[in-house]
């Protein structure tokens, strides 16, 4: 099994920046692409961001710009680096993760969830 655990999440002013983190634990062979999702109650869970094992970065265009994500392959661990965050960037905070147990078996793996809150 494959574990996410986020933290970094909580309650900042518009304009001022917060980082999130996501470690992965637990028996993998290796971890593919790792994933940022928000979701706000009422709504489907959106990818905010995405970043291949070789670093290959997207991001949805309401926060390209501001949000960076980055990993570190050697600790197993995703971030979110917001800056200039927006009260509409208030949402619980999900990571994901394509995580191959066996050099045969892939799946995907979510974290329990993260809340950001921006004030106005």
């Known amino acids: 099994q494959v574990q996410l655990v986020e933290s970094g999440g909580g309650l900042v002013q518009a304009g001022e920046s917060l980082g999130l983190s996501c470690a992965a634990s637990?028996?993998?062979?290796?971890?593919?692409?790792m994933a940022w999702y928000g979701q706000v109650p009422g709504k489907q869970r959106e990818l905010v961001a995405s970043?291949?094992?070789?670093?290959?970065?997207a991001y949805a265009d309401s926060v390209k710009g501001r949000f960076t994500i980055s990993r570190d392959n050697a600790k197993s661990t995703l971030y979110l680096q917001m800056n200039s965050v927006k009260p509409e960037d208030t949402a619980v905070y999900y990571c994901?993760?394509?995580?191959?147990?066996?050099?045969?078996?892939?799946?995907?793996?979510w974290g329990q969830g993260t809340q950001v809150t921006i004030s106005s």
């Open positions: 994901q993760a394509r995580a191959w147990r066996t050099a045969s078996t892939v799946s995907d793996y």
């Open positions: 637990g028996s993998f062979f290796r971890i593919d692409t």
């Open positions: 970043i291949t094992r070789g670093g290959r970065t």
